[in-house]
């Protein structure tokens, strides 16, 4: 008698710390990430004119390469913190007939890394010693090449992918 009380007790406690264990508010969720990790490093160091293989390089293996636009690479980057909202990054790159990079659209853009921005910081001294002293960044001549690249990329936008309707099975 006194055993079959000590093992019900026993039992009932273990059964009672297994279910708190399962619905307890600290439990660990899992961050899922899914898709190539872009950042603004990467980014930046994209230039108007490099080939496929050089961006490939850089970038890595694109996500998407669409078979309808051959000239688009999309690279999409998702991060859901455990239990928290699902967060998604885009980047679109677009080259020409000759494989050379032509336009860039997306979440990322060239220039001040979101770190910076988010922090309200500049880059350290001690980093732009390093640096050679560069010269401003010239305008480019109305007409030309440079200028034209600079026009596509301001008007960029994303395009939405579509998502096809599930096909339904009799």
Same mark, same amino acid.
């Given at each position: 008698?006194?055993?079959?009380?000590?093992?019900?007790?026993?039992?009932?406690?273990?059964?009672?710390?297994?279910?708190?264990?399962?619905?307890?508010?600290?439990?660990?969720?899992?961050?899922?990430?899914?898709?190539?990790?872009?950042?603004?490093?990467?980014?930046?160091?994209?230039?108007?004119?490099?080939?496929?293989?050089?961006?490939?390089?850089?970038?890595?293996?694109?996500?998407?390469?669409?078979?309808?636009?051959?000239?688009?690479?999309?690279?999409?980057?998702?991060?859901?913190?455990?239990?928290?909202?699902?967060?998604?990054?885009?980047?679109?790159?677009?080259?020409?007939?000759?494989?050379?990079?032509?336009?860039?659209?997306?979440?990322?853009?060239?220039?001040?890394?979101?770190?910076?921005?988010?922090?309200?910081?500049?880059?350290?001294?001690?980093?732009?010693? /390093?640096?050679? =002293?560069?010269? +401003?960044?010239?305008? %480019?001549? &109305?007409?030309? !090449?440079?200028? #034209?690249?600079?026009? /596509?990329?301001? =008007?960029?936008? +994303?395009?939405?992918? %579509?998502? &096809?309707?599930? !096909?339904?099975? #009799?």
């Amino acid at each position: 008698m006194q055993n079959t009380k000590l093992m019900l007790t026993s039992l009932t406690l273990v059964g009672l710390f297994a279910l708190a264990g399962c619905s307890f508010p600290g439990v660990y969720k899992v961050d899922i990430q899914q898709g190539n990790v872009v950042t603004q490093d990467m980014i930046d160091q994209l230039r108007p004119g490099m080939t496929r293989k050089q961006v490939r390089f850089i970038m890595g293996n694109p996500l998407i390469t669409d078979t309808f636009h051959a000239n688009r690479w999309d690279y999409l980057y998702s991060i859901q913190p455990g239990g928290s909202q699902r967060q998604q990054e885009r980047v679109s790159l677009v080259f020409d007939g000759n494989d050379q990079l032509v336009g860039l659209a997306g979440d990322f853009m060239p220039g001040v890394s979101r770190d910076e921005e988010i922090l309200g910081t500049s880059p350290t001294p001690s980093s732009v010693s /390093e640096k050679p =002293a560069q010269q +401003p960044a010239e305008r %480019p001549t &109305p007409g030309s !090449l440079l200028e #034209e690249i600079q026009r /596509e990329v301001d =008007a960029a936008e +994303p395009v939405p992918v %579509p998502i &096809p309707e599930p !096909l339904e099975t #009799e």
